[in-house]
């Protein structure tokens, strides 16, 4: 009778331990698991997104920033083509200015001034300018020298000739200057003279 009891007992215990661990309730807690897992899967995405979100603000704003930089290279490029141009003009009026021998070199000295005004519009409005090197102090980042002549005190380190125009560009070098400059000469340490070497030595 005692064992019918405890067996009764204990086979509640198990329906009730079924009941509360049953499939239906590792289901349950599986399910509610998964949700807390997605939920802070969900969160990371949400951090995810809110990250790239700033990296292209800030890639867009850097975009925005560098826009006119790229804008004045391809405009600096294009610009710097026209150069070789305007030195074959220059040339030409230089000879052209050389030789007014013949009647109608006056015509074509004033169409060649036409063609240096247009030009020089063009460059100031695009922010170009001419450097103007002559009778200045050498300067190296925006020349070259081609040629070295003689100088004196006054004139020593200064350019006297610009053989090729260089340009500014804003603040910046479009094309340094070709010129010679002045060097004084050295003079030279007076050597001292030998004495003749005593005979019978």
């Known amino acids: ?14 329906e009730a331990l079924d009941c509360v661990c049953g499939p239906e309730a590792q289901a349950a807690a599986a399910a509610a698991g998964d949700a807390e897992m997605q939920g802070k899967q969900s969160e990371d995405y949400y951090n995810q997104l809110l990250r790239l979100q700033a990296d292209f603000e800030n890639y867009r704003k850097r975009i925005d920033k560098e826009k006119p930089e790229w804008v004045k290279l391809g405009k600096a490029e294009i610009l710097a083509r026209l150069l070789p141009l305007y030195d074959l003009l220059l040339a030409a009026h230089s000879h052209v200015n050389g030789a007014k021998e013949g009647g109608n ?28 090197p ?51 000469k050295a003079v030279s340490a007076p050597q001292p003279q030998q004495k003749p070497a005593e005979e019978g030595q």
């Open 1 to 14: 009778m005692k064992n019918h009891k405890a067996d009764e007992k204990k086979a509640k215990k198990d």
């Open 105 to 132: 070199s006056d015509d074509v000295l004033k169409g060649l001034e036409m063609i240096f005004k247009e030009f020089s519009k063009v460059f100031e409005a695009e922010g170009i300018r001419p450097m103007e």
């Open 134 to 184: 002559v009778g200045k102090p050498y300067d190296p980042m925006a020349g070259e020298i081609l040629g070295v002549v003689d100088g004196t005190e006054e004139n020593d380190g200064l350019v006297t000739e610009e053989l090729q125009k260089g340009f500014y560009y804003g603040d910046k070098i479009l094309r340094p200057a070709r010129v010679k400059i002045a060097k004084k």
